[in-house]
């Protein structure tokens, strides 16, 4: 039986070995749920409504990201991804 140190340096060298970390499910999907937050977040400081003058709510965002089947890429960062989506044609937005 391998004690815990022994254990880790064996985890840590197939990590190295094979440049991969296994996530739990948990993890991921914390991250993912952040990340999605940080998007929506991010289209909402650069959106304004044009009928009212006001920023979009975050909770507006987040349903339209959901609307138009929009999913998280965690190899990209949270603002490559809110400039890149079509978001300003599903809005009749103005840009800040």
Not at 54 to 71: Q, S
């Amino acid at each position: 039986m391998l004690s815990w140190c022994a254990r880790v340096e064996k985890d840590l060298d197939e990590i190295l070995e094979k440049g991969e970390l296994q996530v739990s499910g948990k993890e991921r999907e914390a991250q993912l749920s952040t990340q999605f937050r940080d998007i929506a977040t991010i289209v909402m400081e650069k959106t304004i409504n044009p009928y009212t003058r006001r920023p979009y709510t975050i909770t507006m965002i987040e349903h339209l990201i959901h609307e138009m089947h929009i999913a998280v890429d965690p190899g990209l960062t949270s603002k490559e991804q809110a400039l890149a989506y079509s978001f300003w044609d599903s809005f009749k937005v103005y840009c800040r």
